[in-house]
């Protein structure tokens, strides 16, 4: 498979020197949104700037420069390389796949590299919900490193760079905030399906449920008439999480006409989705809500053709705004879709 990579740009510690006044601008922007956007008691934890997210992304400078010529050339690619099968690789997402073949935990990377991957991962992710990530890919995938994989796109250092780890039930990303307009980088995915496909109503033991749970506090505080309009009968296509725009057909009830106390509930909702990412991550994410028009601009929708026990604890629902998705399938396991940017022309591809 032809592909091409070039290098460009001098390296920089974390990431390139023209990109710090866009990092500036989303830290600065989140730390006067979040109050509004995520909770005012969730301002100073999302507003801080995070160590470990500029680890993440000097390791993956690191990692990038111990590469062989022979494990560049399969694990890392221009910054627009277009897959003959798949497209864009660097933007697509998928609920199991591998973004390259080589898989972590075997002899392509040498024991350093593997310790990198490791680190970069555990960088993006909150330190508290380390084990339970594991505990995911435990479940999922015999382990981290047994089956997922890595790319790296342009160059680490650079104006322009992405580092993307794939396996079953993830999709997560780290660039630095080098890709303008969209949170982590582009859509991610997670799920986890904790040993049986066809989970029972309490989903025990996925360590993603407390986010349904969340999301069904705010179901138990409508009034009967915002009920019906939450009420969706078909759960969309769960990969159709591409953007509506501000003239979009939204499916579910639009929170701008909630309660403060249904608002303040959603917003909860929105702390706990957010809660596995580092700051960073939350920051950006924080910045495109707010410059949509925040959570007033969104719709919330639950699914009623796939209520496990039928105890109208809805496991399918979808959080959407103009260009703000995250679309969560309880049913039969937890499959999760986000996709979130501050424009909603940016395409994807899934």
Not at 69 to 95: H, I, M, S
Not at 156 to 172: A, I
Request: net charge negative; proline share 4%; aromatic share 10%.
């Amino acid at each position: 498979m032809e592909k091409r990579l070039t290098e460009v740009g001098s390296s920089v510690s974390d990431c390139a020197a023209n990109d710090v006044n866009r990092r500036d601008f989303l830290r600065v922007a989140a730390a006067g949104t979040t109050a509004g956007v995520l909770g005012s008691n969730y301002g100073t934890a999302v507003a801080e700037p995070s160590r470990a997210s500029a680890k993440s992304e000097t390791l993956v400078k690191h990692l990038y420069d111990s590469l062989t010529p022979g494990q560049k050339e399969q694990v890392c690619f221009d910054w627009d390389y277009q897959d003959p099968e798949r497209g864009l690789l660097r933007t697509r997402t998928a609920n199991n796949w591998r973004i390259t073949d080589p898989i972590v935990n075997s002899d392509f990377y040498t024991g350093d590299q593997r310790q990198l991957i490791k680190d970069i991962f555990e960088g993006i992710i909150q330190p508290e919900w380390h084990d339970r990530m594991y505990q995911q890919m435990q479940d999922d995938a015999g382990g981290f490193g047994e089956s997922q994989s890595i790319a790296i796109f342009g160059v680490p250092g650079s104006d322009r760079f992405e580092y993307v780890f794939t396996g079953r039930h993830m999709t997560l990303r780290c660039d630095g905030n080098t890709t303008d307009h969209v949170a982590f980088g582009g859509p991610v995915f997670y799920g986890h399906d904790p040993g049986s496909f066809d989970e029972g109503p309490d989903h025990d033991g996925n360590v993603f449920w407390s986010q349904a749970l969340a999301a069904n506090r705010v179901y138990e505080l409508l009034d009967p008439a915002q009920r019906r309009q939450a009420e969706v009968a078909e759960t969309p296509r769960e990969q159709a999480v591409a953007f509506r725009g501000a003239n979009g057909a939204f499916l579910g009830v639009p929170l701008s006409d909630f309660s403060q106390d249904q608002k303040n509930e959603v917003q909860k909702v929105l702390q706990k989705l957010v809660e596995p990412y580092r700051s960073t991550d939350r920051d950006e994410i924080a910045a495109c809500l707010s410059r949509q028009g925040g959570l007033d601009k969104c719709h919330l929708a639950f699914f009623t053709d796939h209520d496990i026990g039928n105890d109208r604890v809805w496991d399918n629902w979808r959080l959407e705004g103009p260009s703000f998705v995250w679309h969560y399938r309880g049913a039969p396991h937890v499959h999760v879709w986000v996709n979130i940017a501050d424009d909603s022309n940016v395409e994807l591809n899934a």
